[in-house]
T-cell receptor, first 111, second 116 residues
């Protein structure tokens, strides 16, 4: 079965510290993976997608097919990074695309 | 216009009421989605429309009835809901490239629904 696992429900770090949000997936095909972020009182928005291989707001994520992981990393966390982070897997069903979300990790960056 | 808009922002309804949620986008996207999000939980997909046709229904109860009148609009008609249906209902849109996948979904702010 296709699923996304985010093992940490809560993650707390200090400003300037490195941060890594873990994401593992289970999928038999070639995965399309995303990180979405939901800041307080804001809409859910895309942070990264693995096919674009870009760095957004200092975050990067590398797809590791051997470990079936897509961990999100940032070398120096900022207070404004505090938010809910969802890892998501794209699936094709009935000719359309759907997202399967992990349960999310709430990141708190302390001053 | 690069946003997905949703109305109303908040809705309170009784179990015998009929109401509708509305979603609109003008980004030329041909795939539109309804999600349900309970507090502190991830969004759960309900329906997907592709080129104005329903393509995915995630076994949603019939008291939720989606409608896509044109490529910019998506409605969710609600009837005889239960208190457990109280949640944030999110609309999203994306390019519709079918089997290629990997498209970014753009989310609206949601409608917070309370069923009494």
């Amino acid at each position: 079965a296709q699923r996304v696992t985010q093992p940490e429900k809560l993650l707390s770090v200090f400003k300037g510290a490195p941060v890594e949000l873990k994401c593992n997936y289970s999928y038999s095909g070639s995965p399309e993976l995303f990180w979405y972020v939901q800041y307080s009182r804001q809409r859910l928005q895309l942070l990264l997608r693995h096919i674009s291989r870009e760095s957004i707001k200092g975050f990067t994520a590398d797809l590791n097919k051997g470990e079936t992981s897509f961990h999100l990393k940032k070398p120096f966390a900022q207070e404004e990074d505090s938010a809910m982070y969802y890892c998501a897997l794209s699936l094709i069903q009935g000719g359309s695309e759907k997202l399967v979300f992990g349960k999310g990790t709430k990141l708190t960056v302390n001053p | 216009d690069t946003e997905v808009t949703q109305t109303p922002k908040h809705l309170v309804m009784g179990m015998t009421n009929k109401k509708s949620l509305k979603c609109e986008q003008h980004m030329g996207h041909r795939a539109m989605y309804w999600y349900k999000q309970k507090a502190k939980k991830p969004p759960e997909l309900m329906f997907v429309y592709s080129y104005e046709k329903l393509s995915i229904n995630e076994s949603v109860p019939s008291r939720f009835s989606p409608e896509c009148p044109n490529s910019s609009l998506l409605n969710l008609h609600l009837h005889a809901l239960q208190p457990e249906d109280s949640a944030l209902y999110l609309c999203a849109s994306s390019q519709a490239r079918g089997r290629q996948g990997g498209e970014t979904q753009y989310f609206g702010p949601g409608t917070r629904l309370l069923v009494l």
